[in-house]
């Protein structure tokens, strides 16, 4: 066969071009289970590539010629598509195989003996340089919008988080539309953990407590800031790959911003566990704070933010982090808003409030009153082993001992004040 027939089966094939392009995408659909769900539009946009690759590589086979640069621009923007719609890039160059491989097939059966060996020998080679070319735009093309597309998502995460940090359309309608609109799963009740660079050793407490009798000019500040800002999400992007390294299937999305030299995250509860070990041996400190949903965030980071800028080092833990409980009792101490005695006494207390676990809140005032187990004991006319009893229950239910200093102060606040 030569090159005037050649023509003519590609003539005959582009004639029955509808029946080419079902057969082709229903082996594809077969073959591929990312595109066995598609429908509608997406379906009708499968068709139509389908219909514009099988056309040019027929067209090559039957006039001897290859790809041009516009066929490899109209791969890479397919590529750019099927990245914005989400299919992989490894789904996408395997469909084009598998029509490459119906098609090849098809028109052997419509050809028939008319195919010379050259004439197959010569198609295959069209199918496998040319299909090759193709799907490597294609790729290109894809790898190109996936890496636009997460810097955007990025972003876009980003400024979520940064509006719900500060009250902005954080009301649970918007937040729903702007979840969906995002593709992003949020806690319920989620963690919110700031981090920030720790203290120096005999740093004051709170920020500007120490502060020279002159303010930083603006552009001290700027300066300042700049590198502080760059260390935070440098710190950030760390953290967050670590936590989703360890999250669960299914689980709630792990968002992070940087607000000045603080790392900002809103995890799932299950995550914070690892928060602890992810930072300690850094140079960074946290305050983790649970149980606030999405609407509730922003008086969650005001909380968290000052209580990690006003705690004193005894405060923190062995990781270098203040929980919920220590966030409210700094925060009742300097009058931020959020931190009332009731928000105090369920976070320090917790079953010790029950109706039923009063002759143990009796016994740990009596405890914090006297300073010892045994005067206790008499004060309340106890066995000195059943007062040691019940303040053994007093630290299983409140997580808190009394014998450490810091963590006494926290249950002689809690049981003095009233709400």
Do not use: K
């Amino acid at each position: 066969m030569g090159r005037a027939e050649r023509e003519a089966v590609c003539r005959d094939m582009l004639h029955a071009e509808p029946g080419l392009v079902a057969r082709i995408v229903d082996e594809v659909r077969r073959e591929v289970p990312a595109y066995r769900g598609l429908h509608g539009s997406r379906l009708a946009e499968v068709r139509a590539i389908t219909r514009w690759a099988s056309s040019r590589l027929l067209r090559m086979w039957a006039e001897d010629t290859g790809t041009t640069a516009a066929d490899v621009e109209r791969a890479r923007e397919i590529g750019r598509a099927r990245a914005a719609d989400g299919r992989s890039v490894d789904a996408v160059v395997r469909a084009y195989r598998v029509g490459a491989a119906a098609a090849d097939r098809i028109v052997a059966e419509h050809a028939g003996d008319r195919l010379s060996p050259g004439d197959v020998f010569a198609l295959n080679r069209i199918w496998l340089r040319e299909l090759e070319t193709l799907t490597e735009a294609l790729a290109a093309g894809h790898a190109d919008a996936a890496e636009r597309l997460d810097a955007d998502r990025d972003r876009a995460l980003r400024a979520f988080l940064d509006d719900l940090l500060v009250g902005r359309q954080a009301s649970p309608a918007a937040v729903a539309d702007r979840s969906r609109a995002l593709g992003v799963c949020l806690p319920e009740a989620g963690v919110l953990l700031v981090a920030g660079p720790a203290r120096p050793a005999g740093a004051p407490a709170a920020a500007g407590a120490s502060a020279p009798n002159r303010a930083p000019s603006a552009p001290d500040r700027a300066s300042a800031a700049a590198p502080a800002a760059h260390s935070a999400a440098a710190a950030g992007a760390e953290l967050v790959a670590r936590l989703l390294r360890a999250r669960p299937a299914g689980g709630a999305d792990v968002l992070h911003t940087t607000r000045a030299d603080h790392l900002v995250l809103l995890l799932d509860p299950g995550l914070a566990a690892l928060v602890g070990p992810l930072l300690r041996g850094t140079a960074r400190r946290g305050c983790l704070v649970a149980g606030h949903g999405p609407d509730e965030l922003a008086g969650a980071y005001r909380l968290a933010r000052d209580a990690l800028g006003a705690a004193p080092a005894r405060a923190f833990d062995a990781d270098g982090l203040l929980h919920t409980a220590e966030a409210h009792v700094v925060g009742l101490l300097n009058a931020t808003p959020g931190a009332t005695p009731a928000t105090v006494r369920r976070h320090v207390l917790g079953p010790l409030l029950d109706p039923g676990n009063q002759h143990l809140a009796a016994t740990l005032d009596a405890y914090l009153g006297t300073g010892s187990a045994t005067a206790a004991a008499e004060a309340l006319h106890l066995h000195p082993q059943t007062l040691r009893y019940r303040m053994r229950r007093v630290r299983e239910l409140t997580g808190r001992d009394p014998r450490d200093p810091w963590q006494r102060l926290m249950l002689e606040i809690a049981r003095t004040v009233h709400g």
